[in-house]
């Protein structure tokens, strides 16, 4: 009797435990919030931002959302998550970098370029550069060594900051079949040598170079924004590739 009492408690324990990570996790998300709504959020003190505009709301998918916004010369973006019932912003930029997002790290078709680009820069084109270092390790412990090509991508994308100052482009195809392939021999890798794997940082760095519409190189201007996130987000600010860097 008992026994039958304690299985028919664990099924309906399973079955509440089954329906609670349902309900957090798998739900369908609610309406986005309203304006008024995220320019709270994005004016919390801690930004300071005051009299700020949203510019547009950009749906990547169901569950996560780009947001650029404005505020006098500071041109920002944000990135919002449906997660555990909630909108939450979980990426935010004023840095005036472009900035890739990665919705799942494990999937490259999920990476999004997103900018938000101060028009004074007067920009015509952004050439951006996905760069895998050249490297070479050797382990004592398993007495292997690895030589890490040099890889250099490349992608333009016109601009006209005139019609709007920000985008958002999902990495091109070229750039998906290298990080699928580099995803798959990484995972692969032998994890005999734990503490070097484990430690061994991504040799994979992305960057960018704007240029004016007299095709020359645009002077950097950028005020002194800031980047952060929370929780569960995945991305990063593309760095400023100088032409003497190139291959």
């Given at each position: 009797?008992?026994?039958?009492v ?5 099924g ?5 435990i ?6 957090n ?11 008024d ?14 009299s ?5 709301t950009?749906y ?30 979980k ?37 951006l ?14 007495q ?16 006209n ?36 794997n ?8 992305y ?8 095709g ?30 190139l291959?």
């Open positions: 009797m008992m026994k039958k304690w299985i028919s408690l664990s309906i324990i399973a079955m509440i089954v329906a609670s990570v349902y309900y996790y798998f739900s369908n998300p609610s309406e986005f919030l309203s304006e709504e995220r320019i709270d959020i994005i004016n919390e003190p801690q930004y300071g931002f005051d700020l505009e949203i510019l547009d950009i990547l998918d169901d569950t996560h959302v780009f947001v650029p916004f404005a505020q006098d010369q500071i041109y920002g973006t944000s990135f919002w998550i449906w997660e555990k019932r909630n909108w939450e912003m990426g935010f930029n004023t840095m005036l970098d472009p900035y890739l997002w990665q919705l799942d790290p494990n999937d490259p078709n999920t990476f999004y370029i997103t900018w938000n680009l101060d028009p004074v820069n007067d920009l015509s084109q952004i050439d550069y996905l760069m895998n270092r050249r490297g070479f390790r050797s382990s004592d412990f398993n292997t060594n690895t030589y890490t090509p040099g890889v250099q991508l490349q992608h333009q994308i016109e601009t900051l005139d019609e709007a100052s920000y985008g958002v482009e999902r990495l091109p195809k070229e750039w998906i079949t290298f990080l699928e392939t580099y995803l798959e021999v990484e995972g692969a890798k032998s994890t005999d040598d734990f503490f070097l484990h430690f061994h940082r991504s040799s994979l760095s960057g960018w170079i704007p240029y004016s519409e007299d020359k190189i645009s002077e950097r201007v950028s005020p002194n924004g800031s980047t952060s996130s929370y929780g569960s987000f995945y991305g990063e600010t593309l760095f400023w590739v100088r032409e003497d860097e291959e």
